[in-house]
């Protein structure tokens, strides 16, 4: 009763200026990156317009806009939106033979649309708002043969689809450090210069449920958890992703310029898409922000995403994915389910630390790859797919990467314990599964028990893998291995909150020794956490907590302290204190209020 | 004796050199108001969304020996076709970014499909009816009967979605062939309805119809070789002699006497009995898949093959020798020879 007894402070803002309250430093850290972005000199149209909006090189800024509206050898979706980006921010302060060759580049360049979901939010956002800067063209004018009006209202309308989907069921590129910035970019893109305010508001809306998405699985600018894609340099060092960058600028955090840090700078060369963020006049509620940056209490969250088109192979084009995550203030310890939900890039679970040293994280994969799994997401043949994507992605069918997706391993986690199990099949090109430990870390030591304990900084990792394995040296990282076809990793995670001294921690395991039981397709591993729970887990059989099935299928949307929705309502409820935030994307309605003490 | 033989030898000798030089001579004369077109999905060192590198629509006058890009260097581009009847000439693509067609020759095009229509796989046309078209898609057959304004999803009877090619009857223009995920699936209502075929074997990458008897269909598949019917679909064999892998391309010279599989590490073969027995080209061109094949509807003996990464490859003699004729680096998914 007292939980309904609300009072509504705000209702249907409609009007982004009323709930737009700066962070204390937000505003500081938008003028630093507009000024630093100005200073590059890689060609792109991020760096242009910063110049131009500052005034730096305009000279340059103006021969470089140029050659990026002449040069015929690029285009797409990448150049779509950041073009009409540019072009919509800069419009009155160029030359007109310089807006006539960027309206030109919409009706004499192909721009591609790709084949993925990031591809197409990029494509559409850029159609979308092309064709509203230029109404009313007849179809010679555009280089699909399309009119103004036609192109408008199919961007919309997918636009419409997407803000749907994602707000139901979920992203198929969800969670993801690195192509983050190819969705939040385009969206406050869309939001900036959209001119319906229906539109405009659901673009507020989609850039608020990215950030909320992304804050409830934040620490110190690290993005947590198992994610759809990740490229490996972002996997090992996680603060090497793009998404660090929009993590600095919005959450604060981390503290410090993550391009002024070599360890940190080759992944934000050339890719200054934050600055379009930084110039936006979006902003991010305040709500978002402490969420991102409250750890003061440890919390689980849950939610479900879906997984990326399946055009083969499959009986459901879009199966749902269930992500689980242990946040503190020291660590988080993250999960997808197992199995394929991405090809390529799937990263499925890890343990990040809070650190201000690099390579901050613990986590291992079955080295996956196959033509068959490729084909289920692209429609080339299966026989070429593996080559064809390991010439762009490099490390595809390489024994040794570090992002991969596999039918053969599959998670169980609990708060800050998880099984993996792997279950590889005979015969599998890369018969091994292999784990990254940083070199860096502050200790690692393998105890007479069987487990591998590490620490860095506050927070301690054991490690128990049930059947041999071996260590090979690298050069930032130890990298664990076992040729065990069938094999069950236990690990559990803890902090001097939690624990105390690190040696209490030790004690506290060392007379727990996990169990491997059953074979062939179906082995089950039992352990009991350090709390006491009981974690019975069969490959491709149920999860047992404490004698009862873990059924995914009650899974929420979001289900957490900070984040919740029900899947399918379109309704996502941000709650932090007594402080509400709902965002109705049925109704394009956006409500705030605050809850009774 | 001797010499009256040698001298009658000569004189068939020289009349065949001239019949020959007269046809190639008029075979050229054709081809001079035909030009060959080829879909290009894929470049070496392509990244989909970057830089441009020589994918898209090309052609290649038969008086010339190069290729030009005519429809957008960044265009993955999975197959073409062609419609013609009295002066009223329609190109198609069907390509990542939709189905596009030009109604001037290729001057300019207009896609007509939409976000709900992904990747167009292929294209089939209603011989009779421009406005009718059928494309194959990931996600199913879909249909238009407005000249492509609005596309309706056909896929009553079908198990799976993933749909590679379509292939519109030669007897009957209500009647096709849809290559499919699980099977070779046929309707004889336009797509209304689809019933499977049971070729035995699933992965159906390619499929023909016999340009004579039409009874005969033959289906490529993924890691089983080629299958034949030689009874509209009832019963199915494997064609002997082929590897089993996967086989992309099939296709049958104009009188049907000759009949050409490639795929997979295959090279490329050819039989002369509807596809019962098949012997291999010799010498195959070393290429690591073939894509696609053309034979010249008025020479038999002339083959083009478009191949995964290595272009374009022709020969004048039935495939005894080969010369690699442009393009290379591309993926080529589709010859033709169209006005």
Same mark, same amino acid.
């Given at each position: 009763m007292r939980n309904s007894a609300v009072i509504l402070l705000t209702v249907l803002l409609l009007v982004p200026s009323v709930e737009a309250r700066a962070q204390p430093s937000f505003e500081q850290r938008r003028q630093r990156l507009i000024e630093v972005v100005a200073g590059e000199r890689d060609r792109s149209f991020f760096t242009v317009t910063a110049k131009l909006v500052t005034g730096k090189d305009k000279e340059f800024a103006i021969q470089m806009l140029d050659s990026l509206t002449t040069d015929q050898s690029i285009g797409g979706m990448f150049y779509s939106y950041a073009a009409i980006g540019s072009y919509l921010r800069l419009r009155d302060q160029l030359p007109d033979s310089l807006k006539a060759k960027m309206r030109n580049s919409f009706r004499e360049r192909t721009m591609y649309r790709g084949d993925t979901e990031n591809h197409w939010v990029m494509y559409y956002t850029g159609l979308y708002l092309a064709a509203q800067t230029w109404p009313n063209e007849g179809r010679s004018q555009w280089y699909n043969g399309k009119s103004s009006d036609e192109n408008f209202r199919e961007a919309e309308e997918w636009l419409n689809l997407w803000f749907k989907t994602s707000s139901t069921i979920g992203q198929g590129e969800f969670d993801s450090p690195t192509y983050f910035i190819t969705f939040i970019t385009p969206v406050l893109t869309l939001y900036e210069f959209a001119s319906d305010p229906v539109m405009k508001r659901r673009a507020q809306m989609m850039a608020d449920l990215l950030f909320a998405d992304f804050a409830v699985e934040h620490l110190n600018g690290n993005y947590c958890g198992g994610h759809s894609r990740d490229y490996p340099e972002d996997i090992m060092n996680p603060l090497s992703a793009p998404a660090a960058l929009w993590a600095w600028l919005y959450f604060g955090e981390p503290q410090f310029?993550?391009?002024?840090?070599?360890?940190? !700078?080759?992944?934000?060369?050339?890719?200054?898409?934050? #600055? /379009?963020?930084?110039?936006? +006049?979006?902003?991010?509620?305040?709500?978002?922000? +402490?969420?991102?940056? %409250?750890?003061?209490?440890?919390?689980?969250?849950?939610?479900?995403?879906?997984?990326?088109?399946? *055009?083969? /192979?499959?009986?459901?084009?879009?199966?749902?994915?269930?992500?689980?995550?242990?946040?503190?203030?020291?660590y988080a310890l993250g999960s997808l389910q197992g199995g394929i939900l991405q090809p390529i890039q799937q990263h499925t679970w890890d343990v990040t630390f809070a650190s201000d040293k690099p390579y901050n994280t613990i986590f291992t994969l079955h080295p996956f790859y196959s033509g068959k799994e490729l084909a289920m997401f692209f429609p080339e043949e299966q026989k070429f797919l593996s080559d064809e994507v390991d010439r762009y992605h490099k490390i595809y069918t390489n024994p040794n990467k570090w992002n991969s997706s596999s039918p053969f391993e599959q998670t169980f986690q609990h708060k800050n314990t998880i099984l993996v199990l792997y279950n590889i099949d005979k015969g599998i090109t890369h018969p091994h599964i292999d784990g990254f430990f940083p070199k860096n870390l502050d200790e690692r030591s393998i105890d007479p028990s069987g487990w591998i304990f590490c620490r860095m900084g506050a927070t301690y990792v054991a490690f128990y893998s049930l059947r041999p394995y071996e260590w090979i040296e690298e050069e930032i990282n130890w990298r664990w291995r076992s040729f065990e076809l069938m094999n069950c990793i236990v690990v559990e995670v803890g902090s001097s909150d939690e624990e105390g001294p690190f040696e209490q921690f030790k004690r506290n395991l060392q007379a727990r020794s996990p169990a491997l039981t059953g074979g062939g397709r179906n082995p089950t591993i039992e352990y009991t956490t350090r709390s006491g729970d009981h974690m019975k887990f069969t490959f491709n059989g149920p999860r047992l907590l404490n004698g009862k099935p873990v059924n995914f299928a009650e899974y929420k949307f979001f289900n957490g302290p900070y984040l919740h929705s029900e899947r399918k309502s379109g309704v996502v409820t941000m709650t932090y204190k007594n402080h509400v935030r709902e965002l109705d994307f049925d109704k394009a309605t956006i409500k705030e209020w605050q809850k009774l003490q | 004796m001797a010499k009256t033989a040698v001298r009658a030898s000569r004189i068939v000798a020289i009349s065949v050199a001239v019949v020959s030089s007269l046809s190639l001579y008029a075979q050229r004369l054709e081809d001079g108001r035909r030009n060959y077109y080829a879909a290009v999905f894929l470049n070496r060192g392509h990244v989909s969304g970057g830089a441009s590198s020589n994918i898209g629509l090309f052609k290649r006058m038969s008086s010339d020996t190069i290729w030009h890009n005519i429809y957008r260097p960044n265009l993955f581009t999975f197959g073409i076709g062609f419609w013609e009847r009295g002066a009223t000439r329609r190109y198609y693509i069907a390509g990542g970014n939709g189905l596009h067609r030009s109604t001037d020759e290729g001057r300019t095009w207009r896609v007509l499909t939409t976000w709900k229509t992904e990747e167009i796989l292929s294209v089939a046309l209603d011989p009779v009816d421009s406005s009718i078209l059928y494309v194959a898609t990931p996600f199913g057959v879909f249909k238009s009967t407005d000249d492509g304004s609005h596309w309706v999803r056909k896929m009553k009877g079908m198990k799976r979605w993933y749909v590679q090619r379509l292939v519109v009857d030669r007897t009957d223009r209500r009647k096709l062939y849809a290559a499919a995920e699980d099977d070779l699936y046929q309707t004889t209502d336009g797509g209304e309805h689809w019933r499977q075929l049971g070729v035995g074997v699933p992965g159906i990458l390619s499929a023909l119809q016999h340009p004579q008897q039409t009874a005969v269909l033959l289906v490529g598949t993924? %890691?089983?070789? #080629?299958?034949?019917?030689?009874?509209?679909?009832?019963?199915?064999?494997?064609?002997?002699?082929?590897?089993?892998?996967? /086989?992309?391309?099939?296709?049958?010279?104009?009188?049907? &006497?000759?009949?050409?599989?490639?795929?997979?590490?295959?090279?490329?073969?050819?039989?002369?009995?509807?596809? !019962?027995?098949?012997?291999?080209?010799?010498?195959a061109p070393n290429v690591e898949a073939i894509y696609s094949i053309f034979v010249h509807p008025? %020479?038999?003996?002339?083959?083009? *093959?478009?191949?995964?990464? &290595?272009?374009?490859?022709?020969? /004048?003699?039935?495939?005894?020798?080969?010369?690699?004729?442009?393009?290379?680096?591309?993926?080529?998914? &589709?010859?033709?020879?169209y006005p």
């Open positions: 310029e993550l391009w002024q840090e070599t360890r940190y !700078r080759p992944r934000h060369r050339g890719g200054w898409e934050t #600055v /379009f963020g930084a110039m936006s +006049s979006y902003r991010l509620p305040e709500i978002i922000y +402490s969420i991102a940056t %409250d750890r003061s209490t440890p919390y689980v969250h849950t939610e479900t995403k879906r997984v990326r088109n399946i *055009i083969r /192979f499959g009986l459901e084009k879009n199966p749902p994915v269930y992500k689980y995550t242990y946040m503190t203030r020291h | 993924e %890691d089983h070789g #080629v299958r034949v019917t030689t009874d509209g679909g009832r019963t199915w064999s494997g064609g002997q002699n082929l590897p089993q892998t996967s /086989f992309y391309a099939l296709r049958s010279s104009s009188d049907g &006497q000759a009949l050409y599989a490639g795929g997979y590490r295959t090279g490329l073969w050819k039989s002369e009995n509807l596809g !019962r027995t098949w012997s291999l080209v010799s010498p008025d %020479d038999p003996k002339h083959l083009l *093959i478009g191949t995964c990464g &290595q272009g374009v490859y022709e020969s /004048f003699d039935g495939g005894g020798s080969w010369k690699n004729i442009g393009l290379q680096g591309a993926h080529v998914k &589709q010859i033709e020879l």
